[in-house]
């Protein structure tokens, strides 16, 4: 079985401040590690996704996660917010068994403030 | 840039009627999914469908629901006979194949109220 924990609904920050969004997962099988972002009246966008190889992965818009496996943490990160950032953000977890399901947190709200 | 669209983007149904959702996957895309998020609540697989038949799909998709490609674009999900828990936000994917690295590709979403 899977989960993912993300920890606060909501994130706030001020533009150019560094964001930091947290994800934790369970998974009994060597994970694939997700993050989408979800604009207003838009669908689920990917940020980036680890699969295997370098635990550090680079996504659009400037986001970055790190794949800690001690920690089975995943969080994500920029190192200035922009305005344009503000949206929910959503970490999902999928097994490498075979089987096509994400299992996502509940997401977290970034909110950035002039 | 290709997208997964779907319609109506917001559906309004009284209890005990028959609603369908509609999705246009991608079009070189093999693997299509429905997944629904109840408001305050994490998103939740649905179903997966390949080569016209479900191969996966979870608890919650019972004997009410139902999926179906009609014709080389379309993607549906018909709830017989909605209920009030029933009352989500219905999302639509599709995806190239089915490996742990496939990405799956949202659609915007139909917002489903059940009065």
């Known amino acids: 079985a899977q989960s993912v924990t993300q920890l606060g609904s909501h994130v706030s920050v001020s533009e150019g401040a560094l964001v930091l969004l947290r994800c934790n997962y369970s998974?009994?099988?060597?994970?694939?590690l997700f993050w989408y972002v979800q604009y207003p009246n838009q669908g689920l966008q990917l940020l980036l996704k680890?699969?295997?190889?370098?635990?550090l992965v680079k996504g659009i818009n400037g986001f970055e996660a790190e794949f800690k496996k001690s920690e089975t943490s995943f969080h994500l990160t920029k190192p200035s917010a922009h305005m344009s950032d503000a949206a929910e953000y959503f970490c999902a977890v999928r097994g490498n068994s075979g089987y096509s399901t994400l299992t996502f947190g509940k997401g977290t709200m970034l909110l950035v403030s002039p | 840039e290709p997208e997964v669209t779907q319609t109506p983007s917001h559906q309004v149904t009284q209890m005990g009627q028959e609603v369908i959702l509609r999705c246009v996957p991608i079009?070189?895309?093999?693997?299509f999914y429905w997944y629904r998020q109840i408001l305050g609540q994490k998103v939740e697989f649905l179903v997966s469908?390949?080569?016209?038949?479900?191969?996966?799909k979870s608890e919650i998709f019972d004997d009410q629901f139902s999926v179906e490609r009609p014709d080389g674009s379309n993607f549906t999900l018909k709830i017989r006979s909605t209920k009030l828990e029933d009352s989500a936000m219905y999302f639509c994917?599709?995806?190239?194949?089915?490996?742990?690295?496939?990405?799956?590709?949202f659609g915007p979403g139909t917002r489903l109220t059940v009065l």
């Open positions: 469908f390949y080569n016209n038949e479900i191969s996966e």
């Open positions: 994917a599709s995806s190239q194949g089915d490996r742990g690295t496939d990405t799956q590709y």
């Open positions: 680890y699969t295997t190889g370098a635990t």
């Open positions: 998974s009994s099988v060597p994970p694939y």
């Open positions: 079009s070189n895309h093999l693997y």
